[in-house]
């Protein structure tokens, strides 16, 4: 008996033309048809076939009056190549279709109360413009609640500010806000000619609570000054800190970013860069971490060109 021998394809570099060519002839029944279907000519429908017949070791097809049908092997090679030569053909519309729906699909991202309220309205506005069929979700979480979320993948993005940034994460800091005294218009500190740490100290401040990075800022430059301070009060949001100052209740130390013009009406704010560093914003991602598309689209949006930056300048804030 002979050995069985596998076939050797010498036709390895273009395989799917003679298995294109035999589809269309097994579908259509006929190689002209096949050629019109192919646009190729006749002889080369036959000459792909012939090669195809002699790589399988088996006779294909044969002819019943005007038709070509297949032989029992050539529906077994059908069955086999179809669903591969209908998949190559279909690739590149599937492909259209799966840009498309990497286009749509969700985005997670973490950001404090600040940071949503603030600097992100024009940002999230841009991107719905751009891509109203992507499902964009906020959450809304301190500092350190957002990094374990972007460490467990719940959400890819991080938007805000941060001090220390741990070795697995990547931090880029976009934007950059003046810290402001913020005080009754009536306050002391509101007309004193020449402010320093010592006049701040006296007051009670009002401050975010401790493990948000406001508080770690202001506790850093007092603890470096060496000189001390009391928080009178401790209360989330800096809305709810400009109500509280306006209405008498203490002084606060807040970033420009949340101060518009309306604040001004009603606080006396004063520029502390002397003192204390400039706050950046920007964005925290995993590194390592291959971003999707929607995520590469939102991060294109945090650039400073996009946003009007709040500082004591800009806002036409002064000292009273």
Not at 10 to 32: E, I, M, N, T
Not at 117 to 135: C, F, N, S, T, W
Not at 268 to 278: C, G, H, M, S, Y
Request: net charge neutral; aromatic share 6%; charged share 25%.
């Amino acid at each position: 008996m002979d050995p069985v021998r596998t076939p050797r394809f010498a036709y390895k570099g273009d395989r799917l033309k003679p298995l294109r060519a035999f589809c269309q002839v097994a579908r259509l029944g006929s190689v002209s048809r096949a050629a019109e279907a192919l646009y190729v000519s006749q002889p080369a429908v036959s000459q792909q076939l012939q090669a195809l017949e002699r790589e399988m070791g088996a006779k294909l097809f044969e002819r019943s009056g005007r038709r070509m049908l297949p032989t029992p092997e050539g529906e077994a090679l059908y069955e086999l190549a179809r669903p591969l030569v209908d998949g190559i053909d279909a690739l590149p519309a599937a492909f259209r279709r799966q840009l498309t729906g990497m286009d749509a699909g969700e985005l997670e991202i973490a950001a404090n109360s600040s940071t949503i309220l603030y600097l992100l309205p024009r940002i999230v506005g841009a991107y719905r413009e751009q891509r109203p069929q992507v499902r964009l979700r906020l959450h809304n979480t301190i500092s350190a609640d957002g990094t374990d979320l972007l460490r467990a993948d719940t959400v890819e993005l991080v938007v805000g500010s941060m001090l220390d940034v741990p070795a697995d994460l990547s931090y880029v800091p976009v934007y950059s806000f003046t810290p402001m005294l913020i005080t009754p218009l009536d306050h002391p500190l509101a007309s004193t000619p020449r402010l320093t740490l010592e006049d701040i100290s006296r007051h009670g401040l009002i401050l975010p609570p401790q493990r948000q990075v406001t508080w770690r800022l202001v506790d850093l430059v007092f603890q470096q000054a060496r000189v001390p301070y009391t928080v009178s009060l401790e209360v989330g949001g800096w809305e709810v800190i400009k109500q509280y100052v306006a209405m008498g209740l203490g002084i606060s130390i807040v970033s420009s970013i949340c101060l518009d013009d309306a604040d001004a009406q009603r606080l006396a704010i004063r520029p502390l860069d002397a003192w204390f560093p400039a706050r950046s914003y920007g964005v925290v991602v995993r590194k390592g971490k291959v971003l999707s598309p929607q995520a590469r689209a939102f991060i294109d949006l945090i650039k400073p060109d996009l946003f009007v930056r709040r500082s004591h300048e800009d806002s036409g804030h002064s000292e009273r």
